[in-house]
């Protein structure tokens, strides 16, 4: 859902010039930006759950690799400088 609101993201700027009632608060570009990181790193655990509900019986051959593949984005993750994005994740 959040990923498609990044097509809409023109159009918030547009709407609170043309529609001065607009009352609430538009995403800045930080968090434009963070919402874009926050997507990018929970695609991964996505993909890992488009392949376990598509398929009856996931063999390891089939999931060990994302599994690693989220262990280490979380390892990452967590050791992320950018502590703003630490505390959402």
């Not at 570009?29 to 996931?58: M, T």
């Not at 690693?68 to 400088?81: F, M, P, R, Y």
Request: net charge positive; with cysteine; aromatic share 16%.
């Amino acid at each position: 859902m959040l990923v498609s609101a990044f097509s809409y993201r023109e159009v918030f700027s547009k709407f609170k010039t043309q529609n001065p009632s607009f009352k609430f608060v538009l995403p800045s570009d930080l968090d434009w930006e963070l919402a874009k990181k926050i997507c990018e790193k929970l695609k991964v655990f996505h993909d890992v759950n488009e392949l376990f509900s598509g398929r009856k019986y996931p063999t390891i051959n089939l999931f060990f690799r994302y599994i690693c593949d989220a262990k280490v984005a979380l390892i990452s993750w967590l050791l992320n400088e950018n502590k703003l994005l630490g505390i959402w994740l």
